[in-house]
């Protein structure tokens, strides 16, 4: 007991000396990250009505092109990842170390190199492009060439989180599923799969809201043309630079925000309501 | 009847079980790390030997490295426990056990569940999920699982490890009087001796990958083949000696301490070795009475230590001999009864009778 008391009291000094020195400095750091948001969100309100901008061909044809190419992304993310993060988490084979690299290096790769080597690769010059060209296929700045910018970039982000969902599930379950008459992949989909689903949904979730930030490598694979490669964040700059009003740059940014949030918000509930606490 | 012959190499260790069995209850016993589980992996199919055979009952060959046979796990039809139960976290009991039966029709599905929620009495307990079930159920769950799918073969691996001591003699009472009903065969894997001969039909020795002795309960710990067996199924008193004599059967064991007559059909003939006797077989001999037998070794001993073990009574005794350099150290155990009748408290010197049909001889 007298050990049990001594811990505690020693704890909320510790604890009470440490919120002393640190607390002003995280109260601060919350400032500087509350205080942009809620300025975009006065100055939004503070415009009045938005709905002019918000329904303008500008926005709408942004809006319409975000949503379909990262619903794009995300869709062949999950097809093409899902098998490969499975593959990570449980096979050793030769050059293991090689594919992890490849996937986790778009994570600390700035966009825009990335955009230039999809140009190297798949542009009309391209390394591999000139064969589509000649085949009369022309990825580099289409439609096609942003979901391959937005996939580049944040299908790592799925990857990623659903391998370490996968390694989280023992291989024992899937060993005992099998001595139980499931083929491997019944075994994989009753058992591995609905245990490592939290991770999966979390990682389709960054790797959506990477999708929807996609900019720098869509800016030099894909171009900024109005409808067929200018996303959302793409429209806030072209908007900033053409001397439209800083308003079309608000809308668009507070659907973005409004986004995030959202999604943010889908975050914490998946990772709640686990089906199972492991 | 299951037959087992195989090696297996993992890394430096290298494991080459041989045993068989028919419809009854084996216990594979061995310290841990002796490959025992090694072994129920490679009969369920999770691990591919790399020579040998393993048939299944009913004939069904479930791996032949020369024939290249490597049956499926998903087709051998063995129900396999592992040790920490690997119980579906996401499914309630019920699915759990009814995830082995995924090839049967709804009706006779629900059917078979029910018969073996009966069978387990895990009534009400079937929509629980398993961090719901205390560890006893989930036990009961995971043998119920096991057993859906109805397998010729049923492999345990430690599965009552976890629980507490008077739940698992349950359970071990529980899993006999199934396997009698159930006509299955069960390979139990266990490092508790105790266990091993409360279940045990048939014990196979495991020691560092091989197989050192099996045969019935009885006879593998009253007659262990040699001194590593001895020593793992805990006979506590091994005595080196020299065979004097072998005359029709018995032998005569001269130790430095006194000499027995010991009848074993397994005698070593000549040379040295040790007599094996477990602390329950030697006897405390009354004064001014002789050993029943007259076989019996009997011989002058002190207690140096008596420590009380629940329903017995453990007694460290000292034979000494002038003539031998040191002093034998043997364990007694003598039950809480007897004890008090004779009045072991009272004295410290007895005359100790080592019953000769319960003694064995291993070479050195």
């Given at each position: ?12 000094i ?40 918000m ?125 139980l ?35 720098g ?61 492991m | ?21 028919g419809d ?5 016993f ?33 791996f ?33 056990i ?34 719901q ?15 859906a ?61 091989r ?38 059967g018995v ?65 460290y ?29 009272t ?18």
């Open positions: 007991m007298a050990l049990v008391a001594e811990t505690t009291r020693t704890r909320a510790g604890s009470l000396g440490l919120g002393w020195l640190f607390g002003p400095l995280a109260i601060l750091f919350v400032a500087f990250l509350s205080v942009p948001l809620i300025a975009l969100a006065w100055r939004g309100i503070e415009s009045g009505d938005l709905s002019e901008q329904t303008s061909a500008f926005v709408l044809d942004a809006l319409r092109l975000s949503a379909i190419t990262s619903t794009f992304t995300l869709l062949i993310a999950i097809i093409a990842g899902t098998p490969l993060a499975y593959l990570l988490a449980r096979r050793d084979f030769p050059g293991k170390f090689i594919v992890e690299v490849l996937v986790d290096l778009p994570l600390v790769l700035p966009p825009t190199v990335a955009g230039v080597a999809l140009l190297v690769a798949f542009g009309r010059r391209g390394v591999v492009g000139e064969y589509f060209d000649d085949a009369g296929l022309n990825i580099a700045f289409t439609t096609t060439a942003v979901i391959l910018a937005q996939l580049f970039v944040s299908a790592p982000f799925y990857i990623r989180t659903a391998k370490a969902g996968f390694q989280s599930v023992t291989p024992e379950y899937e060993g005992v599923a099998s001595t008459g499931a083929s491997p992949l019944r075994a994989f989909w009753r058992i591995t799969l609905p245990l490592a689903w939290p991770s999966l949904v979390a990682g389709a979730i960054l790797c959506w809201a990477r999708a929807l930030s996609e900019l490598a869509t800016l030099i694979f894909a171009g900024n043309f109005q409808g067929e490669t200018q996303t959302m964040p793409l429209a806030i700059i072209s908007a900033f630079e053409s001397g439209k009003s800083i308003d079309v740059s608000i809308a668009l940014s507070l659907i973005l925000l409004a986004a995030a949030a959202v999604m943010l918000l889908l975050l914490r509930v998946v990772t709640r309501t686990a089906p199972v606490r | 009847m299951l037959s087992i012959d195989f090696d297996l190499r993992v890394g430096d260790f290298d494991l080459q079980p041989t045993f068989e069995s009854e209850l084996v216990v594979l061995g310290p841990s790390g002796c490959g025992k589980s090694l072994t129920l992996q490679a009969i369920a199919g999770l691990r591919t030997p790399d020579s040998g055979r393993i048939v299944l009952p009913g004939e069904r060959i479930a032949d490295a020369e024939a290249r046979v490597n049956m499926a796990p998903q087709a051998r039809g063995v129900g396999y426990v592992v040790q920490n139960l690997a119980l579906f976290p996401h499914m309630t009991a019920r699915q759990n009814e995830f082995g039966l995924a090839h049967l029709p709804k009706a006779r599905r629900s059917e078979r569940t029910l018969a073996l929620v009966d069978l387990l009495s895990l009534q009400g307990l079937e929509g629980r999920r398993p961090a079930l205390s560890g006893g159920q989930q036990q009961r769950v995971a043998l119920a699982r096991a057993l799918a109805e397998p010729s073969l049923l492999l345990l691996d430690e599965p009552f490890s976890a629980l507490d001591a008077s739940l698992r003699g349950v359970l071990r009472r529980e899993l006999a009087s199934l396997q009698k009903r159930l006509g299955v065969t069960v390979v139990f894997v266990t490092h508790d001796l105790a266990e091993a001969y409360s279940l045990a039909d048939r014990i196979v020795v495991y020691d560092a990958g197989v050192l002795q099996q045969g019935s309960r009885a006879d593998v710990l009253s007659r262990p083949t040699s001194r590593r067996v001895a020593e793992l199924t805990e006979v506590r008193n091994i005595i080196p000696g020299q065979v004097d004599a072998y005359v029709e032998a005569a064991i001269r130790t430095p301490w006194f000499t027995a007559r010991i009848r074993d059909p397994k005698a070593p003939i000549r040379g040295d070795v040790s007599i094996c006797i477990r602390p329950e077989h030697i006897l405390l001999v009354r004064e001014g009475r002789e050993s029943s037998h007259a076989n019996d070794a009997v011989v002058a001993a002190e207690i140096i230590e008596d420590v009380p073990m629940g329903n017995t009574h453990r007694l005794m000292r034979v000494e001999q002038p003539e031998s350099r040191e002093p034998l150290l043997l364990e007694v155990d003598v039950p809480a009864h007897p004890y008090d009748v004779i009045g072991v408290a004295k410290s010197h007895w005359n100790i009778a080592l019953t000769s049909e319960r003694c064995s001889l291993v070479s050195n």
